[in-house]
């Protein structure tokens, strides 16, 4: 028989509700029937008896998920403000990781060290946009959003990546915009992006 908490659990998921919270929550019901179904079995209930009843008296899963999804601001941020969430953030990110090798690559400049600085912060660039991407996919599969504004935050955050440059001169560092690199990108995409699409299918299917 499923378990009708597990089911709960991702009905609260896919309307909102975060991780967190969905845990919290299912702990309490787990916590609340074995204790329901513990009173039934020490009355004289066969052990499957006393599930069964346990589960009856502890309601319907989807009145008690339906009372949860009612409450607006019980819904987490993703799903409040999901261009915020989703696609402003990680280009923020983005641009602060940027910002910060900047600074990074002047702190240095000034005590002579350019050629290791710029061999350090390459890597940083290219990896980056990748940890910013996969932290965007994992976080929505955890929530089981909706593939669209992860998809989006994903795109724009790998395209922001590809197209900014940090220049490393000998007293100098700019921070220019080019023409996004084709094969860097489908690099990205495919590290990031057909995963989380794949898994994320996955998750749909179950």
Known sequence: MRDPIAGLSERLLRGGISPARVARYA?????????????????????????AAARQ?????????????????????PSRLPAFAWLALPLVAELAVVAGLAALVVAAARHGFVPPAAAIVDPLLLVAPLGIAWSIG?????????????????LATL??????????????????????TPDILAVYALLTIAPFLLLHRHLRAH
């Open 27 to 51: 702990a309490e019901l787990d916590e609340h029937l074995e204790d329901l179904t513990a009173e039934l079995a020490a009355a004289g209930l066969p052990l499957d008896q006393a599930r």
């Open 57 to 77: 008296r502890l309601g319907d899963p989807d009145l008690l998920a339906a009372s949860m999804l009612a409450q607006p601001g019980l819904r987490s941020l």
């Open 138 to 154: 994992r976080s929505a599969l955890r929530r089981r959003a909706g593939a669209g504004w992860p998809l989006a935050g994903m």
């Open 159 to 180: 395209i922001a990546a590809a197209a900014l440059e940090l220049s490393i001169g000998a007293d100098a560092v700019a921070v220019s915009l080019r023409s996004p």
